[in-house]
């Protein structure tokens, strides 16, 4: 079947706005994951998803940074007013229960 | 939380040549996963394997939970194994978020 896919593939935005990154995870997983990966390095956790809720929203590094998985399917991250340093790829992944995790294609995002 | 070593960081090799790419983690694990990302960024899943030997082609991996390190072998590399190849865990009590290490970067000149 499908992979996890991502929408945009690539965003480019100003300083200060507002922007949403969607995540459609693979047909029947449960759980649903955001990591943010910088330039020359691995990814790193955002925030974890079981179903609807959010069980771990420890990775996520402040405030401005939000995500909601309202049927416990698609998922949107949210960044409330970037900044320059928000520049990176976004993935998504997806699991059955807490098992093997597939990535998708992510979003470059880009902030001027 | 957990830390995660990859050696080397980078590797160059001849088309043809083995190779044994290195993951070393400082605790107690649940799950390990290799992954191969392509010049796309795309991460690709090579093994799921938290203990035991794997292999899949001409990879293969084995991970000794109880002296926390994996192995992944590449045999007989082809250009098309170019990319960089990532370990992750995730630590036991946090059995759903994964660590990365830095990575270990594999260019095959043919």
């Known amino acids: 079947g499908a992979g996890v896919s991502q929408t945009p593939s690539n965003k480019v935005t100003e300083k200060g706005k507002y922007v949403e990154l969607r995540c459609d995870p693979i047909?029947?997983?449960?759980?649903l994951y955001w990591y943010r990966q910088s330039l020359g390095q691995g990814p790193e956790f955002l925030i974890y998803?079981?179903?609807?809720?959010?069980?771990?929203d420890s990775g996520l590094p402040n405030d401005r940074f939000f995500a909601v998985r309202p049927e416990g399917s698609v998922s949107t991250l949210k960044i409330q007013r970037t900044e320059r340093g928000d520049s990176a790829v976004y993935l998504c992944?997806?699991?059955?229960?807490?098992?093997?995790?597939?990535f998708g294609p992510g979003t470059r995002l880009t902030v001027t | 939380g957990i830390q995660v070593e990859q050696s080397p960081p980078d590797l160059i090799l001849q088309e043809g040549a083995n190779s044994t790419l290195r993951c070393n983690f400082s605790?107690?694990?649940?799950?390990l996963q290799w992954f191969h990302q392509n010049p796309w960024g795309q991460l690709i899943n090579l093994f799921y394997?938290?203990?035991g030997t794997k292999q899949n082609g001409r990879l293969s991996a084995t991970t000794v939970a109880t002296e926390r390190y994996s192995l992944l072998y590449i045999s007989s590399s082809q250009t098309t194994d170019s990319g960089v190849y990532f370990c992750?865990?995730?630590?036991?009590?946090?059995?759903?978020?994964?660590?990365f290490g830095a990575g270990t970067t594999v260019t095959v000149r043919a």
């Open positions: 992944a997806s699991s059955f229960a807490l098992n093997e995790q597939y």
């Open positions: 047909s029947g997983h449960t759980a």
């Open positions: 998803f079981q179903g609807t809720g959010a069980a771990d």
């Open positions: 605790d107690s694990v649940n799950n």
């Open positions: 394997i938290p203990s």
């Open positions: 992750a865990v995730d630590q036991v009590g946090n059995d759903y978020k994964l660590s």
